[in-house]
């Protein structure tokens, strides 16, 4: 069955770091997003991606880097991890099916604490 | 600018009954609706999605209505069960250049056996 994987699930890093999480689908979908998940907020945007080599800054994109070299990848980067980036990251994909498409399906998330 | 609301921000239900969780939005022109379940510790899982060209859509025991002229979408669950325990958003899809969606917070749902 095609799904999307994200690892690691759990990291602990310390600021300054650089860090980059993985995110792999096996929908062949040409659409892929990178979502932040904190207490009081809903999800919220921080890359997205409508095939290989494009890339687009979302709602909260400062301190995140994405690339896409295929269409599986699309590996998010903290360039220098701070507090403020602890939190559960999603990664998602959807195909653009034109009028009304385009539903989101998730990864299971990584949980990022920076100390 | 898209603003998702889900009221309540909890609900606790006895096992068996319908219930109906809330989600309003803005923006009337609305792309489309989408409903996600969310259990402890996991990602979101697709239930339903509702085109801007329909009213409703139904998988099982799951119900889901679509207002834009008034900005509600519901999400009905019909004889709940303690398995439907888990937190349930929706997300607000709107057109600019890219499928922009918003998410509420959602709604934590506890069903009591």
Redesign the interface.
């Known amino acids: 069955d095609a799904e999307?994987t994200q690892s690691p699930r759990h990291k602990i890093t310390e600021t300054g770091r650089q860090v980059t999480l993985a995110c792999h689908q096996t929908w062949n979908h040409n659409?892929m997003f990178w979502?932040r998940q904190d207490l009081?907020?809903?999800?919220?945007?921080i890359h997205?991606s409508?095939g290989v080599h494009d890339t687009?800054k979302g709602e909260v994109s400062d301190g995140y880097s994405v690339s896409r070299s295929n269409t599986e990848d699309l590996p998010l980067t903290l360039e220098s991890a701070a507090s403020s980036q602890t939190s559960v990251y999603?990664c998602?994909s959807?195909e653009s099916l034109g009028?009304?498409?385009?539903?989101?399906?998730?990864?299971?998330?990584t949980r990022l604490t920076v100390t | 600018k898209q603003e998702?609301t889900q009221i309540p921000a909890a609900l606790s239900v006895p096992e068996g009954e319908n219930l109906v969780l809330n989600c309003s939005f803005t923006d009337s022109a609305i792309?489309?609706l989408?409903w996600?379940r969310q259990d402890p510790?996991?990602?979101?899982?697709?239930l339903l999605?509702i085109?801007?060209?329909?009213r409703e859509q139904t998988s099982g025991r799951l119900n889901a209505s679509l207002d834009k002229s008034s900005g509600r979408s519901t999400l009905y669950i019909a004889a709940s069960q303690p398995g439907d325990s888990a937190t349930y958003?929706c997300?607000g899809?709107s057109r600019g250049g890219?499928?922009?969606?918003?998410?509420?917070?959602?709604t934590k749902l506890q069903v009591i056996p």
């Not at chain 1, 009081?40 to 945007?45: D, K, P």
């Open positions: 999307i659409n979502y009081g907020h809903g999800l919220r945007l997205y409508y687009n999603f998602a959807s009028q009304g498409g385009d539903e989101q399906y998730f990864g299971p998330g | 998702v792309y489309n989408q996600f510790g996991k990602g979101l899982t697709s999605l085109q801007s060209s329909q958003l997300a899809g890219y499928q922009k969606v918003t998410f509420g917070i959602g």
